[in-house]
């Protein structure tokens, strides 16, 4: 459903994201494992049409963005890092807008928005505004807008940075299930969120895929049980040249 | 056009939920009141119109003011990130720039709805040409869109609030003062006659008094309608191309 194909991205001189190749099934949940800097947002702001690629391209449900922007950001739901929302409208007003802006409109976007709450649980601070809210509703309101038109792709960048325990395992929990019908790329720093929530992973270093697996198959890989001690060994401190 | 439209909503909505739209109303009316009753003569001059009296001095007020209301559109996107949230919905760049253009050129259309008591009074006490004065309030809705476009344009090549009011503000005034007609006569003494005249209908004054005389014409039309297009056809094309 996602399909990546020789994927890259320069800035300058500064090659982000180095011909990058992956693909992403139905009912598949794959981790975006990789050190700051190794182009795992870039990467996924490219997937989502938000950055065009120096070349390459990447296919949603067959459309490619690059040629067919407009089509393929219908099947994308996104999640960007740090959850940017606008902090002076309530949750249901952002939501409806979010909605509008998908093309839904009526009783389809009413109900759109009111799914979207419910699943996200986020029915105590519907009528409050955004900018009162805590770091866990933030991050879920800005779940909520990407689960609005049901997409069959899900694209989330760092979704449980930032929460507390409670909140991670029920975005992990949301996740998995959400995982079942739809295809889903996420990104994590957090290497146990691999095990609990990804049905397969890849590691990033400096644009390119250093490794890629099931859980299983990479922590066999580190040969040490432990996939730290995996990541650390194929990715490259960020203070090296 | 129904994406237009949910980004206007959305943004005019923001607007009315920030102190500087209301700020701006107010200074604006203030401002525009004190030049009529001051330097206009309003109430002296004995001329029921509002030609020379409150539109005339419009543009000094505008050249300041406008790009204070048009600065926060596209760097209050790029601060709080949600630019990412709109670069990635299945919408144009181009409605998301017009959605925001209208709906700030909307709280310049209140702005100057709400100088009518100053419409009442001429009323009361004369016997305007009410066409005419129509005529001036849309040369002086045009004159603010054209510099809000400008200050969208200015807003795209930077995402600092401040240094896009600067110079959006300074842009604005070069535009307003360099071709007020006593400028123009002074620093163009030296220069050949077509000189002035040219720079003089390159200007905002030819186009907007004219209108503000309650002529409409065919170049002042275009005069407006092709800057504001150019400005935010540019935006749209410098904030495509500097994600490349």
Redo the contacts between chains.
């Keep these: 459903m996602i399909e990546v194909e020789n994927l890259s991205k320069q800035f300058g001189k500064k090659t982000a994201v180095d011909h990058l190749s992956f693909s992403v099934r139905k009912g598949e949940v794959l981790g975006f494992l990789g050190p700051n800097g190794a182009g795992k947002s870039t990467t996924m ?1 490219m997937v ?5 690629p120096t070349s390459g391209d990447a296919k949603i449900c067959g459309i490619s963005i690059v040629d067919q ?3 393929a ?2 099947k ?1 739901g ?1 999640l ?1 890092e ?1 959850a ?6 309530t949750v249901i ?1 952002f939501l409806r ?2 909605a ?4 839904l409109s009526g009783n389809t976007r009413n109900d759109a928005v009111a799914r979207s709450i419910e699943t996200c649980f986020l029915q105590s601070v519907a009528y409050q505004s955004i900018d009162t809210l805590s770091k866990g509703y933030r991050h879920r309101t800005c779940l909520a ?1 990407s689960l609005l038109h049901d997409p069959e792709v899900l694209i989330l960048d760092e979704p449980t940075d930032g929460l507390d325990p409670n909140q991670k395992h029920e975005v992990r929990q949301l996740i998995k299930r959400l995982g079942e019908t739809k295809a889903i790329l996420f990104s994590t720093h957090i290497l146990e969120e691999v095990e609990a929530a990804c049905s397969r992973a890849v590691i990033v270093d400096r644009g390119k895929i250093v490794a890629d697996g099931t859980p299983t198959e990479l922590i066999a890989q580190s040969g040490t049980g432990s996939l730290t001690d995996l990541f650390r060994k194929v990715t490259t401190l960020d203070t090296a040249a | 056009m ?2 237009v439209w ?2 206007f ?2 943004e005019l ?2 607007y009315f ?2 102190p500087i739209a209301y700020a701006v109303i107010v200074v604006f009316l203030l401002l525009s009141m004190i030049f009529a009753f001051t330097l206009g003569g309003f109430m002296e001059v004995q001329d029921a119109s509002l030609t020379y009296s409150f539109f005339a001095y419009l543009p000094f007020v505008l050249m300041v003011l406008v790009p204070a209301v048009g600065m926060r559109l596209l760097a209050e996107e790029h601060r ?3 630019i ?9 760049m181009g409605s998301v720039i017009f959605g925001k253009f209208l709906a700030a050129a909307t709280i310049w259309l209140v702005a100057l709805l709400l100088t009518f008591p100053i419409w009442i009074t001429v009323n009361w006490f004369g016997d305007p040409d009410n066409l005419t004065i129509i005529s001036g309030y849309l040369g002086g809705f045009l004159v603010a869109c054209c510099f809000l476009a400008i200050t969208l344009l200015v807003s795209a090549f930077t995402r600092d609030q401040v240094i896009c009011l600067i110079v959006a503000a300074t842009i604005c005034i070069g535009i307003v003062l360099g071709t007020f007609d006593p400028f123009v006569r002074a620093y163009s003494k030296a220069l050949p006659a077509g000189v002035s005249d040219a720079i003089r209908s390159l200007g905002v004054w030819d186009h907007y008094m004219s209108l503000a005389r309650g002529a409409f014409r065919l170049q002042d039309a275009v005069w407006f309608g092709s800057i504001i297009l150019a400005c935010l056809l540019g935006t749209s094309t410098i904030l495509t191309a500097k ?2």
């Design positions: 702001r989502t049409g938000f950055l065009p922007p407009s089509e950001k219908r994308i996104y960007p740090s940017p929302l606008y902090n002076d409208m007003a807008f979010c509008e802006a998908r093309g807008q | 129904k994406n949910t980004i909503k959305r909505f923001s939920n920030h709080s990130g949600t990412e949230l709109l670069g990635t919905m299945p919408i144009s994600r490349a």
